[in-house]
């Protein structure tokens, strides 16, 4: 019985590079397989955020059942995850892909691979997964389907003889990559009378629902009334809805099955119960080990997010807790800052995540925000023996109490015509990569793998990387550990006061330049005042650059008379708001953009 | 507190004359060149609004009335003449009324001077400003220095006893010994009234282009002071009493029409462009002064409202107004308009105003201190 149920399912994930196709190719195949007209679908479906749709990412994985009758005459249904296809959500992926048994590969017939698709294809092959290739925009001019076909075998080591040559974006030959997700992929197995495990491979928090589930049954059954239990987190919930997904909403059902793909929503309040990975079994009747390779993913990159109106702290924070809602990998706690007052410390996955949420709180949530520069962590140990972590300089221990400072070091690659490569070695050196391998894809085109410190690329190195090679080279990059290194902490004094916001922690090698560059920035972003400002960057007392903003000498309107007033007076609130979006830092008055510029060190 | 607005019997009345000979590059004042066709239909407007005003503010005195431009010395005698005539014919004008008429040398002949004071006129106002004719043309004035001089005396001939002589400094190419010698002569004349204005330069001109294509142009903000402090402290050498930012006056001599402006009490405005503040509200008329003529002619009126000005906004403008006065505000002035302390209001902002030494209490007045005289923008931004 379950055989002949489970014949009729695959599921797969779509797999592709930013801009390769893989949204429009979902659109397709929801159009395809007639859950939507075409007059119901708005773009690119499976992208619910804007950010997502703007920035052509995927950032939460989505999921939906569709209906294909096939070739052969059957019926056979469909569940198409798309996943983040981004480096910080590694881990989301990797779940993801889980939750499959097979994935579509697709790759731009006139790009090639790029280091995201290889990422995220060995990331299936870990997992397992039959891998469909096909090559999209074979209508553009400068395709060359046989040319990536013979790539795909020569650097994967997949047979693409039979890939579909496709266009997601007019729709041709979209009915050949239905026919072979059914011949080629899969269907799933699992003993359905086995106790429960499902695979929790995302989850979002709803209001009326509690927190929604989406899982991958892999063994044994779930229906409502069941009493769960969340095999790593030890918690237990009841049951009070399973169901499947349709684009856009949720169709309520009886129950899920092994090998279906759907959710459950149980009354949990808060998606930190619901981690991904996770194993769901039941209470009364469990399973005597969870699926493998659960972890909690901890954030790498860290800064302070302060509201720029004070008066906005309750309202930031109510915002970050409903954005923590559906994001477990956010996290956040309260700190203050001379300079910029109450805030947090925010935890991201990586600088991605750390754009996304900072977008989002502007965006959706109306608030304008100080941010100030992001950290990585780094372990410290100090003379008595006691290590600490430290996220924030501000807890950076005085020079004389550090015996020994750590920061954590990533494995990059970088895929690029062979053209770049000297910018790429420069541009690598600069950030004190660890060069470890080269090798030729094809004739023109390299994988370059380095070692760096992350705190290297967490400011601007994918800006810095796409503008020395013309936007061709892709990034990927996992964390391998931590090294011992010189570090310091670089301070910034105003009119002799340290301005606590705008300390960083840098190689002592780079303290020299980076201090330099940052006093220029601030020089140029400070506006003049009524009193000569002189800005320093020093580590500890040493003084090792200085900047100053000179005293304004006039601001003064020469003329108002009778047809000026409404006039000056209208100059004179402009004034008036400028000063409101100053922070007094001691006796200065500091734009926010001043803490911002900070970061943008390179332009 | 009381009534937002200060319902005063006298008001000042401003005419606008929106026309020139040439436009100054550093100009941004509604002033059309070229459009003298326009005149004759211009005055006539004029002469409508202020009959339809007149018949409006019946309970209105007027005590100064000003005639200002644009080069409102572009009108001869008999335009003027007749203007005034309305004007006395339909207002209730003060006796010993302040009457002005802003003036540029090159406009200006012996027997329109002569007109002008017959008409009325009391008190000339002259655009000198540099006596160096390089400097002159440079900042694109059609007269030179000497045309000046001819005209003053001209006018003291006339029998005007009250002239004011416009100066600006910080000028592109000006230097501090360009600017002490223009001082030294125009206190050699003798006039009633000088008024020292640092160049502004404003968006659009054609100034604002020649500096944006060579920023050597400006001059620094340490000249331009040094120019400032220097006419101060020449000025008061000379027996001229430094009465607001850029204004300076023998004693009795202080320009009352502007003294209305910087009491933040209220004047009448017509003209294209022109602007009133009457019975607790601003409103400006139509700029353009064909479409003023039209909506005159058609309405009645050319003006909109820009805003009724209430308790607080009056409190505001009082404060940047009157802190433009080196006198300043006092305080016992400000509770009898308003009902209210001044210290219960901004006693915190003034203490702080006063230890960044901006701001100074003499002779219980409230006023800018020098530095607060570079630097008045940053007091008045704490009272807007």
Redesign the interface.
Known sequence: MAGERQNRIRNFCIIAHIDHGKSTLADRILEKTGVLTEREMEEQVLDNMDIERERGITIKAQAVRLVYKAGDGNEYIFNLIDTPGHVDFNYEVSKSLAACEGAVLVVDATQGIEAQTLANVYLAIEQNLEILPVINKIDLPSARPDYVKKEIEDVIGLDAQDAPLISAKNGINIESVLEQIVSKLPPPSGDEEAPLKALIFDSFYDSYKGVIVYIRVKEGRVRVGDRILMMNTKKEFDVTEVGYFKPGGLIPGNELLAGEVGYIAAAIKNVKYTRVGDTITLADNPASEALPGYKKVNPMVFCGIYPADGAKYQDLRDALEKLQLNDASLVFEPESSVALGFGFRCGFLGLLHMEVIQERLEREYDLDLVTTAPSVIYYITKTSGEVVRVDNPVNMPPTTEILKTEEPIVKVSIMTPAEFIGNIMELAQDRRGVFKDMSYIDESRVMLTYEIPLNEIIYDFFDALKSRTRGYASLDYELIGYKESDLVKLDILLNSELVDALSIIVHKDKAYAKGRRIAEKLKEAIPRQQFEIPIQACIGQKIIARETVKAYRKDVLAKCYGGDITRKKKLLEKQKEGKKRMRQVGSVEVPQEAFMSVLKLDT | MKEGFFVSHEI?L?V?IPFCKAKCYYCDFNSYPGLDSLIPEYINALKTEIEIYAGKLKDKKISTIYIGGGTPSILDGASIDSLLKVIFRNFSVCKDAEITIESNPGTLDSSKLHAYHSAGINRLSIGLQSWQDRLLKSIGRIHTANDFIVNFNEARNAGFMNINIDLMFGLPGQTMEDWMSTLQNVISLKPEHISC????VEEGTPMDKLIQEDESLAIP??L??MMYHHVVRELKKSGYRHYE??NFALSGFESRH?M???NACE?L?VGA?????ILGE?F?NEESPSEYINKINLKGSASYS??IIDTMESI??YM??GL?LIDGISPEHFEKRYGINIYELYGEKIEELKS?G?LKTEDNRICLTETG??????V??EF?
Do not use: P
Not at chain 2, 197 to 200: D, E, P, R, T
């Open positions: 000042g401003y606008h204005y640092s160049l502004k903000e340490e331009d002071r930012i850029s502007n209305i402006y910087w004047y405005g462009g022109s602007h009133s503040y601003r400006g820009e805003g505001k403008e940047i107004l433009r960044r901006l005289l570079d630097l008045a923008n940053q008045f931004v807007i």
